[in-house]
């Protein structure tokens, strides 16, 4: 048997394995499960004949599953699996058709908490090198598995479980922890994730809450903040902050190509969010652009004051916003801080407090790297077709596997775009699944031969 036909014969067994790994809560938000399920993930991986061993970095942090086998045949090249086994909180649990934590099976449909985030993608990556040990008693390369256990509140530890362990992991290319199928059933090959700069701006003027006929006397911070808001941003999302876009490079002419390929529904989007239109009056290819490759200046949110019922004519004391900065390739976390910072005292905003909550950088995978070519005719082979994707809009902790590993990265899944990952009724598909089993198989192959 081959093990393609091997994944074919043994869907039974991927499912009810991923039954039992959902039906093991792990929620890192509330350290709820997260051992367990590592003492379980470990099982699975010993059980499809992977050697594994929990990593801890320091007591009381989430533990690393690690998994390796070596290829006999080839084993000068590496590919390394990254996953993760935390799962969001399932809160409101009231939304849900069937128990969060039960694993039920509707039709092609495995529902439950992480049944695609991140536990199905996990299960296809096992059962491929299970197929190929089964069939063939071998692997076509080295593979490594680095699951962890803290994805869903940020990877905090990541950069440093890589900087212990670089030898451990080291690899020569790397399958991110997700990968999506859009709603016409084409798996997307990403290529790359945005960075994150989030912060926190404050301004407080009095020790407590005033009436707000004092207003004519006693400064009030929410315009302070407004003001100063005001100077990051215009009307059309151009952020105003000196030196912002200094570092970012422009796309190559191959990014711009793989850019138009890509599809993108502009009005069944527009219709998702019952909006009208983008930013700028925005369309067609700058649209697609600006998700590829702008930075951003969110307002997460803005407290100050009363916004309770009715009316209350009360002048606050301080006034707080979150800011989400989306970073693009090059950018760098610590110098964008900076440049904030000198920004808003050239602007005469010295009184308003920053804090810095995250910074994370960009990552892009070279698209003339030959681990793209082998991915995306493997997702070619297994879907008969697939989307390249120059960056997804979104941030993961890929600059520092990039960047401590020194290897191309690459995200492609088995995670249908409208599963409702991080929401009630979450669920993996199980046609998907197998799809993307045999992907993961053919990616093996592939990446083994030169
Ligand atoms: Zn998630």
Request: a positive charge.
């Amino acid at each position: 048997m081959n093990p393609l036909k091997y994944v074919d014969s043994h869907m039974k067994t991927l499912v009810s394995d991923l039954q039992m790994l959902i039906r093991q809560p792990s929620v890192s938000a509330k350290n709820e499960g997260i051992v367990e399920c590592a003492n379980l993930v470990k099982k699975l991986l010993v059980n499809s004949g992977i050697q594994s061993d929990l990593l801890q970095l320091k007591k009381n942090i989430a533990p690393i599953v690690y998994g390796e086998i070596k290829s006999k045949s080839n084993p000068s090249k590496t590919l390394l699996f990254y996953n993760h086994y935390d799962v969001q909180p399932a809160e409101p649990f009231e939304l849900w058709d069937d128990p969060p934590f039960s694993g039920k099976i509707k039709g092609n449909k495995v529902f439950g908490r992480g049944s695609a985030d991140d536990k199905g993608e996990l299960i296809t990556r096992i059962k491929a090198v299970e197929a190929f040990l089964k069939t063939t008693g071998d692997v076509p390369c080295n593979v490594k598995f680095l699951i962890e256990g803290e994805e869903e509140t940020g990877s905090a530890h990541i950069e440093n479980y890589l900087k212990k362990y670089k030898k451990k992991f080291s690899c020569d290319g790397i399958i991110w922890e997700f990968g999506y199928v859009d709603s016409k059933d084409t798996p997307i090959v990403g290529l790359g994730m945005k960075g994150l700069l989030f912060v926190e701006l404050s301004v407080k003027e009095s020790v407590r809450d005033a009436h707000s006929s004092l207003a004519v006397l006693i400064k009030n911070p929410a315009w302070r903040l407004i003001e100063a808001l005001k100077t990051l941003r215009d009307e059309n999302g151009h952020i105003l902050i000196k030196d912002w876009y200094k570092d970012v490079i422009p796309f190559t002419k191959t990014d711009l190509e793989i850019i138009s390929k890509e599809p993108f529904d502009e009005n069944s989007f527009k219709k998702e969010f019952g909006i009208n239109s983008f930013i700028g009056n925005m369309n067609g290819m700058a649209a697609k652009k600006a998700l590829v490759g702008s930075p951003t200046c969110n307002i997460a949110g803005f407290v100050s004051g009363y916004i309770g019922e009715g009316a209350k004519t009360v002048l606050p004391g301080k006034a707080l916003v979150k800011i989400d900065f989306r970073l693009v390739p090059k950018m760098d976390p610590k110098k964008q801080v900076l440049r904030l910072k000198t920004h808003l005292k050239s602007k005469g905003f010295s009184d308003i407090k920053i804090k810095i909550f995250h910074g994370e950088a960009a990552a892009r995978t070279n698209t003339s790297d030959p681990f793209v070519t082998k991915v995306q005719n493997a997702a070619n082979e297994s879907y008969g077709k697939s989307i390249l994707n120059v960056s997804n809009a979104g941030t993961g902790p890929m600059f520092s596997f990039a960047n401590i590993l020194k290897a191309p990265c690459i995200s492609i899944g088995s995670t249908y775009m409208f599963s409702r990952i991080h929401s009630p009724n979450e669920f993996a598909r199980i046609d998907l699944l197998k799809k993307t089993t045999k992907c993961i198989c053919l990616i093996m192959e592939k990446f083994g031969k030169d």
